[in-house]
Protein backbone atom coordinates (compact mmCIF):
# COMPACT_ATOMS: atom_id res chain seq x y z
CA UNK A 1 0.00 0.00 0.00
CA UNK A 2 0.91 3.57 0.19
CA UNK A 3 1.37 5.77 3.32
CA UNK A 4 2.63 8.83 3.79
CA UNK A 5 3.58 9.99 7.89
CA UNK A 6 4.34 13.60 9.10
CA UNK A 7 3.57 14.74 12.10
CA UNK A 8 0.40 16.99 12.39
CA UNK A 9 1.91 20.31 14.26
CA UNK A 10 5.40 21.86 15.03
CA UNK A 11 5.83 25.41 16.44
CA UNK A 12 9.06 27.20 16.68
CA UNK A 13 10.43 30.60 17.31
CA UNK A 14 11.25 33.10 15.04
CA UNK A 15 14.93 32.48 14.12
CA UNK A 16 15.08 29.48 14.93
CA UNK A 17 15.88 25.66 13.48
CA UNK A 18 13.10 23.56 12.53
CA UNK A 19 13.12 20.37 10.69
CA UNK A 20 9.92 18.42 9.54
CA UNK A 21 10.30 14.87 9.10
CA UNK A 22 8.39 12.57 6.56
CA UNK A 23 8.33 8.85 6.14
CA UNK A 24 6.79 7.13 3.39
CA UNK A 25 5.74 3.76 1.36
CA UNK A 26 5.01 4.05 -2.43
CA UNK A 27 4.79 1.94 -5.08
CA UNK A 28 7.47 2.27 -7.19
CA UNK A 29 9.68 5.49 -6.52
CA UNK A 30 10.45 8.80 -8.90
CA UNK A 31 11.15 11.78 -6.26
CA UNK A 32 9.80 13.38 -3.72
CA UNK A 33 8.36 17.03 -3.48
CA UNK A 34 7.76 19.56 -0.86
CA UNK A 35 5.09 22.09 -0.92
CA UNK A 36 3.92 24.99 1.25
CA UNK A 37 0.59 25.74 1.95
CA UNK A 38 -0.65 29.06 3.51
CA UNK A 39 -4.01 29.12 5.54
CA UNK A 40 -6.16 29.67 2.81
CA UNK A 41 -4.23 29.66 0.16
CA UNK A 42 -2.94 26.94 -2.73
CA UNK A 43 0.05 24.41 -2.47
CA UNK A 44 3.35 25.79 -3.81
CA UNK A 45 6.55 23.97 -4.91
CA UNK A 46 9.29 24.53 -2.70
CA UNK A 47 11.92 21.41 -3.50
CA UNK A 48 12.34 18.27 -5.03
CA UNK A 49 15.08 15.26 -4.31
CA UNK A 50 14.98 12.24 -6.68
CA UNK A 51 19.13 11.50 -5.20
CA UNK A 52 19.58 10.57 -1.90
CA UNK A 53 21.33 13.23 -0.03
CA UNK A 54 20.57 16.87 0.97
CA UNK A 55 18.93 19.83 -1.42
CA UNK A 56 19.95 23.29 -0.15
CA UNK A 57 17.61 26.13 -1.70
CA UNK A 58 18.60 29.64 0.35
CA UNK A 59 16.82 29.08 3.70
CA UNK A 60 15.56 25.87 2.92
CA UNK A 61 16.45 22.22 2.31
CA UNK A 62 15.28 18.97 1.95
CA UNK A 63 17.15 16.04 2.48
CA UNK A 64 16.34 12.07 0.81
CA UNK A 65 17.21 8.67 2.14
CA UNK A 66 15.30 6.11 -0.53
CA UNK A 67 16.32 3.44 1.29
CA UNK A 68 15.02 4.46 4.32
CA UNK A 69 11.61 6.01 2.60
CA UNK A 70 12.43 8.97 4.92
CA UNK A 71 13.09 12.65 4.07
CA UNK A 72 12.61 15.70 6.13
CA UNK A 73 12.32 19.08 4.99
CA UNK A 74 14.44 22.12 6.52
CA UNK A 75 14.00 25.41 7.60
CA UNK A 76 16.42 27.66 8.71
CA UNK A 77 16.41 31.60 10.30
CA UNK A 78 12.86 30.83 10.93
CA UNK A 79 10.39 34.07 10.23
CA UNK A 80 6.41 34.48 10.60
CA UNK A 81 5.76 34.17 7.46
CA UNK A 82 7.37 30.63 7.16
CA UNK A 83 4.25 29.59 9.34
CA UNK A 84 1.82 27.43 6.84
CA UNK A 85 1.62 23.62 6.44
CA UNK A 86 4.13 21.97 4.48
CA UNK A 87 3.25 18.90 2.35
CA UNK A 88 5.08 15.82 2.21
CA UNK A 89 4.87 14.37 -1.56
CA UNK A 90 6.50 11.23 -2.74
CA UNK A 91 5.73 10.58 -6.77
CA UNK A 92 5.23 6.28 -7.09
CA UNK A 93 5.16 4.21 -9.41
CA UNK A 94 3.29 6.18 -12.71
CA UNK A 95 5.18 8.98 -11.65
CA UNK A 96 1.81 9.45 -9.60
CA UNK A 97 2.28 12.27 -6.88
CA UNK A 98 0.81 11.63 -3.29
CA UNK A 99 0.29 14.22 -1.28
CA UNK A 100 0.35 13.90 2.81
CA UNK A 101 -1.69 15.79 5.37
CA UNK A 102 0.88 18.22 5.94
CA UNK A 103 2.62 19.55 9.23
CA UNK A 104 1.32 22.66 10.12
CA UNK A 105 3.86 24.73 11.87
CA UNK A 106 3.71 27.64 13.46
CA UNK A 107 6.41 30.32 14.48
CA UNK A 108 6.29 32.41 17.33
CA UNK A 109 8.49 35.34 18.05
CA UNK B 1 2.85 33.83 -17.59
CA UNK B 2 -0.43 33.53 -16.24
CA UNK B 3 -1.48 30.96 -13.45
CA UNK B 4 -4.02 28.30 -12.91
CA UNK B 5 -7.52 30.14 -13.18
CA UNK B 6 -10.42 28.46 -11.36
CA UNK B 7 -13.92 29.84 -10.92
CA UNK B 8 -15.93 30.29 -8.70
CA UNK B 9 -13.69 31.35 -5.85
CA UNK B 10 -16.60 30.45 -3.30
CA UNK B 11 -19.95 28.47 -3.81
CA UNK B 12 -22.68 27.74 -1.03
CA UNK B 13 -25.07 25.41 -1.69
CA UNK B 14 -27.86 23.09 -0.39
CA UNK B 15 -27.46 19.23 -0.02
CA UNK B 16 -28.88 17.53 -3.21
CA UNK B 17 -28.18 20.73 -5.84
CA UNK B 18 -25.60 20.94 -8.63
CA UNK B 19 -22.44 22.80 -8.56
CA UNK B 20 -19.84 23.23 -11.61
CA UNK B 21 -16.40 24.22 -11.16
CA UNK B 22 -14.19 25.58 -14.22
CA UNK B 23 -10.45 25.60 -14.29
CA UNK B 24 -8.26 27.29 -17.04
CA UNK B 25 -4.72 25.68 -16.47
CA UNK B 26 -1.36 26.89 -17.93
CA UNK B 27 -0.87 27.50 -21.45
CA UNK B 28 1.01 24.63 -22.71
CA UNK B 29 0.57 21.93 -19.86
CA UNK B 30 -0.62 18.73 -21.16
CA UNK B 31 -1.37 17.54 -17.66
CA UNK B 32 -4.65 18.86 -15.52
CA UNK B 33 -5.74 17.56 -12.08
CA UNK B 34 -8.40 18.20 -10.02
CA UNK B 35 -7.92 17.96 -6.54
CA UNK B 36 -10.52 17.75 -3.29
CA UNK B 37 -8.45 19.22 0.07
CA UNK B 38 -10.99 18.48 3.08
CA UNK B 39 -10.16 21.00 5.78
CA UNK B 40 -6.73 20.09 8.08
CA UNK B 41 -5.97 17.33 5.15
CA UNK B 42 -3.59 17.13 2.43
CA UNK B 43 -5.26 17.12 -1.59
CA UNK B 44 -6.69 14.16 -2.44
CA UNK B 45 -6.50 13.19 -6.14
CA UNK B 46 -9.96 13.44 -7.89
CA UNK B 47 -8.85 12.70 -11.72
CA UNK B 48 -5.86 13.52 -13.61
CA UNK B 49 -5.73 14.52 -17.41
CA UNK B 50 -3.34 13.79 -20.28
CA UNK B 51 -4.19 16.22 -22.43
CA UNK B 52 -8.04 15.03 -22.94
CA UNK B 53 -7.62 11.88 -22.19
CA UNK B 54 -8.18 10.70 -18.58
CA UNK B 55 -5.05 9.25 -16.97
CA UNK B 56 -6.11 8.46 -13.11
CA UNK B 57 -10.34 8.63 -11.78
CA UNK B 58 -9.61 5.89 -9.45
CA UNK B 59 -10.99 8.04 -6.36
CA UNK B 60 -13.46 9.73 -8.33
CA UNK B 61 -16.96 8.89 -6.60
CA UNK B 62 -18.15 8.42 -10.45
CA UNK B 63 -21.71 8.37 -8.99
CA UNK B 64 -22.20 11.83 -8.30
CA UNK B 65 -18.55 13.44 -9.32
CA UNK B 66 -17.67 13.79 -13.13
CA UNK B 67 -15.04 16.10 -14.98
CA UNK B 68 -13.99 16.61 -18.71
CA UNK B 69 -11.43 18.67 -20.83
CA UNK B 70 -12.99 18.62 -24.16
CA UNK B 71 -10.67 20.22 -25.90
CA UNK B 72 -7.62 19.16 -24.19
CA UNK B 73 -7.37 22.98 -22.03
CA UNK B 74 -9.86 23.66 -19.86
CA UNK B 75 -11.73 21.53 -17.52
CA UNK B 76 -15.14 21.11 -15.91
CA UNK B 77 -15.72 19.50 -12.42
CA UNK B 78 -19.56 18.77 -11.60
CA UNK B 79 -21.26 17.01 -8.81
CA UNK B 80 -24.85 16.02 -9.06
CA UNK B 81 -26.27 15.96 -6.38
CA UNK B 82 -24.38 17.27 -3.49
CA UNK B 83 -23.63 15.77 -0.15
CA UNK B 84 -22.31 17.86 2.84
CA UNK B 85 -19.52 15.37 2.92
CA UNK B 86 -18.45 17.54 -0.14
CA UNK B 87 -17.89 20.70 1.43
CA UNK B 88 -14.04 20.90 1.03
CA UNK B 89 -11.77 23.27 -1.45
CA UNK B 90 -11.17 22.00 -5.13
CA UNK B 91 -8.18 22.51 -6.22
CA UNK B 92 -7.15 22.69 -9.90
CA UNK B 93 -3.51 21.89 -10.85
CA UNK B 94 -1.27 21.59 -13.93
CA UNK B 95 2.15 20.08 -14.88
CA UNK B 96 4.43 19.79 -18.20
CA UNK B 97 6.70 17.26 -19.30
CA UNK B 98 9.26 19.93 -19.97
CA UNK B 99 11.27 21.74 -17.16
CA UNK B 100 9.92 25.34 -16.54
CA UNK B 101 10.72 27.92 -13.99
CA UNK B 102 14.28 25.54 -13.32
CA UNK B 103 11.82 23.03 -11.76
CA UNK B 104 11.68 19.64 -11.91
CA UNK B 105 9.34 18.45 -14.56
CA UNK B 106 5.81 17.65 -13.98
CA UNK B 107 6.33 20.14 -10.46
CA UNK B 108 2.25 20.68 -10.23
CA UNK B 109 1.33 24.60 -10.12
CA UNK B 110 -2.07 25.17 -8.01
CA UNK B 111 -5.09 27.68 -8.97
CA UNK B 112 -6.52 29.11 -6.31
CA UNK B 113 -9.22 27.00 -5.69
CA UNK B 114 -12.99 26.62 -5.23
CA UNK B 115 -14.41 26.59 -1.21
CA UNK B 116 -17.27 24.66 -1.06
CA UNK B 117 -19.81 25.14 1.41
CA UNK B 118 -22.83 22.11 1.15
CA UNK B 119 -25.78 23.19 3.87
Known amino acids: GQNIDQPTEMTATEGAIVQINCTYQ??????LFWYQQHAGEAPTFLSY????GLEEKGRFSSFLSRSKGYSYLLLKELQMKDSASYLC??????????FGAGTRLFVKA | EAGVAQSPRYKIIEKRQSVAFWCNPI?????LYWYQQILGQGPKLLIQ????????DSQLPKDRFSAERLKGVDSTLKIQPAKLEDSAVYLC?????????????????FGPGTRLTVL
Open chain 1, 49 to 52: NVLD
Open chain 1, 26 to 31: TSGFNG
Open chain 2, 93 to 109: ASSSHRVQRGEPTDTQY
Open chain 2, 49 to 56: FQNNGVVD
Open chain 2, 27 to 31: SGHAT
Open chain 1, 89 to 98: APRGGGFKTI
